[in-house]
């Protein structure tokens, strides 16, 4: 990772005298304080919405998310279960933020829970209505804000990363929840372990899909400003033991290997120049809304 001797405030801790790298085309920088990478400057709006509307076509179109979407579908059991082991309540109204096709919604109707989502996508909300038949709605989440206090749970899965204002969206989060309620989020976690042994090429660093990699102090700093307790953090997520096992063998035998290479060979000079590599933990997080 070439650091550049440039300084901006980091939009998560405010604090000042950031490092900054290259990724692809796109400059990032992690916060020296909170160790929070982002982008800077943010893509505007429409170069933004000009990326998904590429991003979210189908595989045959040359799009990506149909492919994303079927990975997380193997994750939404144990992400129901979990739901299910904080909010006891016998009715639990839950809200899935950035519900894509409305599938965590349709599982976790399955499971006895009265769920709705949101998203902005009006292709991927005419598919849950239609195909699905689940309560869904295009839009915004700020523009619920004269419905407050609604739910009992919301998720956020694998959609943090994406927001050029993810503060704003944690607002909106805690608005929309009841008192005590719970928020339930993921996303690709920076400064742990692996990050630190392969330094901003894991595959996280993926602007302008992804303007925001989060460590594990960064996240608890957001949380806690937007008026959250966070009550679990799992730093490495995954469906069994065994598949966190395997990740974190193959994520050292890959980090042994690249930086043994950095130290024989060409890579001797300069060992981290921008490379994203199918690696990196997911940080998975419940927090609670304080009153």
Same mark, same amino acid.
């Given at each position: 990772m070439a650091e550049i001797s440039e300084g901006v405030a980091c939009p998560i801790c405010e604090g000042a005298g950031s490092g900054a790298f290259m990724a692809g085309t796109y400059k990032m920088y992690r916060c020296r304080d909170c160790h929070t990478a982002f982008v800077?400057?943010?893509? &505007?709006?429409?170069?933004?919405?000009?990326?998904?509307?590429?991003?979210?076509?189908?595989?045959?179109? !040359? &799009?990506?998310? /149909?492919? @994303?979407?079927?990975?997380?579908?193997?994750?939404f059991p144990i992400k129901v279960a979990k739901v299910k082991s904080f909010v006891t309540e016998a009715k639990?109204?839950?809200? /899935?933020?950035? #519900? &894509? =096709? !409305?599938? +965590?919604? =349709?599982? #976790?109707?399955? %499971? !006895?829970?009265?769920? #709705?989502?949101?998203?902005?996508?009006? *292709?991927? @909300? %005419?598919?849950?209505?239609?195909?699905?038949?689940?309560?869904?709605? #295009?839009?915004?989440?700020?523009?619920? =804000? /004269?419905?407050?206090?609604?739910? /009992?749970?919301? *998720?956020?899965?694998?959609?943090?990363?994406?927001?050029?204002?993810p503060v704003g969206m944690m607002r909106d989060i805690r608005a929309s929840l009841r008192g005590g309620g719970y928020f339930f989020l993921d996303t690709g976690i920076g400064w742990?372990?692996?990050?630190?042994?392969?330094? !901003?090429?894991?595959?996280?660093?993926?602007?302008?899909?992804?303007? +925001?990699? +989060?460590?594990?102090?960064?996240?608890?700093?957001?949380?806690? =400003?937007?008026? +959250?307790?966070?009550?679990?953090?799992?730093?490495?997520?995954?469906? *069994?033991?065994?598949?966190?096992?395997?990740?974190?063998?193959?994520g050292f035998c890959l980090a042994g290997g690249l930086r043994m290479a950095a130290g024989l060979g060409r890579m001797h000079h300069n060992p981290f120049v921008f490379t994203r590599y199918p690696v990196g933990n997911l940080m998975s997080v419940v927090c609670r809304k304080l009153d």
């Open positions: 800077q400057p943010m893509p &505007g709006a429409e170069e933004l919405a000009e990326f998904y509307s590429q991003f979210h076509k189908s595989s045959a179109e !040359g &799009g990506w998310y /149909d492919e @994303i979407e079927e990975r997380m579908e193997g994750d639990c109204r839950l809200l /899935d933020v950035g #519900c &894509g =096709k !409305g599938f +965590f919604v =349709k599982k #976790c109707i399955e %499971s !006895g829970l009265e769920a #709705c989502g949101i998203d902005l996508s009006e *292709t991927a @909300i %005419s598919y849950a209505r239609e195909k699905l038949g689940v309560e869904a709605y #295009c839009g915004k989440l700020a523009g619920w =804000k /004269d419905k407050p206090g609604q739910y /009992d749970a919301v *998720t956020l899965w694998a959609s943090v990363e994406h927001l050029a204002d742990d372990w692996l990050d630190r042994l392969l330094p !901003g090429v894991a595959q996280w660093y993926d602007p302008p899909q992804h303007l +925001f990699v +989060f460590s594990e102090k960064g996240m608890r700093l957001m949380l806690e =400003k937007a008026g +959250f307790e966070v009550v679990d953090m799992d730093r490495c997520f995954e469906v *069994t033991k065994l598949r966190r096992y395997v990740k974190m063998i193959r």
